[in-house]
């Protein structure tokens, strides 16, 4: 790890709560697992998965101001479903509070919640990541995802895709449009 990735890690463990917080190390160094096993940038792996949620530092009526306050634009989908929200002000706080300026790492950052047809190896390491990270519990079919992600990530970002529309539907919630389009584009 960097000077400046140990330097962010000590800031998020400030600003994030402990579970999120122990959540985001346990991404990072899952990203890290996945990016050896697909040859990807290592220390992009670990700056994105450790940012990853760094927009989850204040509760979603804080996060709306902020996207406010920074012209952040925000979906329908987002409004409506405001776990999605932290996704794109964590990008801009990765870029303008913590100096990442690379895009490939900033975009991981921005699809970790939803996918996206076509995704980079890092964006696919990021999202499937979080899914799959040590400290997940009670997550249908995870178990699966696990032993399969490490053989074939694009079967492991479908699987995921495909179990997160269904939970959500069964649940009578709405779903993101990019989530679905994320599953259609990786079943394919």
Known sequence: MTE???EIRKELKKKLKKERFEHTVGVMYTAASLAMCYKADMQKALT???LHDCGKCCPVKDQLMLCEKYGIELTKSELDMPALIHAKLGSYLAEHEYGIKDREILDAVTYHTTGRPGMSMLE???YIADYIEPNRRGIPGLEEIRGIVFR???KAVCLSAERTVRYLRNEGNSVD???VSTYEFYRK
């Open 124 to 126: 696919k390491i990021i």
């Open 4 to 6: 400046r990735l140990a």
């Open 177 to 179: 449009a990019m989530t």
């Open 48 to 50: 994105a998965g450790l």
């Open 152 to 154: 074939d990530i694009d």
